[in-house]
């Protein structure tokens, strides 16, 4: 594993420079209705800023958050780096399987949560557009509603770290008559919306 990212670079300058190769992955906590903790893991593509997976749990052992990385990268669709926080659920069956996967895990610096800006900015938007305004019942529910949530966020969010793009765009959108308004298609109840012109 690579402890940091390398001689006479600076860490912006690897971030930039390997943005292409570089997933980065973390847990965001919170509790359900009976204020037990429920934790949800990320994985997301620097370069796209799309999210490639989501694992919803209330026991993160080293075994599960394995798992979590073997189904985040199928059939060889991995990253050259992986961007990880010191947390301790990051155990050797994670690092097995980093390891024999080809994947150099990256470690941030500890207490500089900047070191990994994108996936905090990320995690900031998950709270403020999404769980802050439910309740979580369990994980099923919890992993139905960031489903939904992801969905909005990859295929329809503009983001301002790629110049207003999506990170998923449709590869063959429809395209729509240009004298036609934009409908908005509700998100999560009506928390957001999806502005797509009408066919």
């Given at each position: 594993?690579l402890?940091?990212h390398?001689?006479?670079?600076?860490?912006?300058?690897?971030?930039?420079?390997?943005?292409?190769?570089?997933?980065?992955?973390?847990?965001?906590?919170?509790?359900?209705?009976?204020?037990?903790?429920?934790?949800?893991?990320?994985?997301?593509?620097h370069?796209?800023?799309?999210?490639?997976h989501?694992g919803?749990?209330?026991?993160?052992?080293?075994?599960?958050?394995?798992?979590?990385?073997?189904?985040?990268?199928?059939?060889?669709?991995?990253?050259?780096?992986?961007?990880?926080?010191?947390?301790?659920?990051?155990?050797?069956a994670?690092?097995?399987?980093?390891?024999?996967?080809?994947?150099?895990?990256?470690?941030?610096?500890v207490?500089?949560?900047?070191?990994?800006a994108?996936?905090?900015?990320?995690?900031?938007?998950?709270?403020?557009?999404?769980?802050?305004?439910g309740?979580?019942?369990?994980e099923?529910?919890?992993?139905?509603?960031?489903?939904?949530?992801?969905?909005?966020f990859?295929?329809?969010?503009?983001?301002?770290?790629?110049?207003?793009?999506?990170?998923?765009?449709?590869?063959?959108?429809?395209i729509g008559?240009?004298?036609?308004p934009?409908h908005?298609?509700?998100?999560?109840?009506?928390?957001?919306h999806?502005y797509?012109?009408a066919?």
């Amino acid at each position: 594993m690579l402890e940091h990212h390398g001689r006479g670079q600076t860490w912006s300058i690897f971030l930039r420079n390997e943005a292409k190769g570089i997933w980065a992955c973390d847990f965001l906590q919170t509790t359900n209705l009976f204020s037990r903790p429920v934790f949800a893991f990320f994985v997301v593509k620097h370069a796209t800023r799309r999210v490639v997976h989501l694992g919803v749990t209330r026991h993160p052992t080293d075994a599960w958050v394995a798992q979590q990385l073997r189904e985040a990268t199928p059939f060889h669709h991995k990253p050259k780096f992986l961007l990880r926080d010191n947390d301790a659920k990051f155990g050797p069956a994670f690092a097995r399987v980093a390891e024999v996967s080809g994947i150099r895990i990256v470690r941030t610096p500890v207490q500089a949560p900047r070191a990994n800006a994108l996936m905090e900015r990320f995690l900031g938007s998950v709270r403020r557009e999404c769980l802050d305004h439910g309740l979580i019942l369990g994980e099923r529910p919890l992993h139905r509603v960031l489903r939904e949530y992801l969905g909005y966020f990859n295929q329809a969010r503009p983001r301002q770290g790629i110049h207003q793009a999506i990170p998923d765009p449709p590869r063959h959108a429809a395209i729509g008559d240009p004298t036609r308004p934009f409908h908005a298609v509700p998100v999560l109840g009506g928390l957001h919306h999806d502005y797509q012109r009408a066919a």
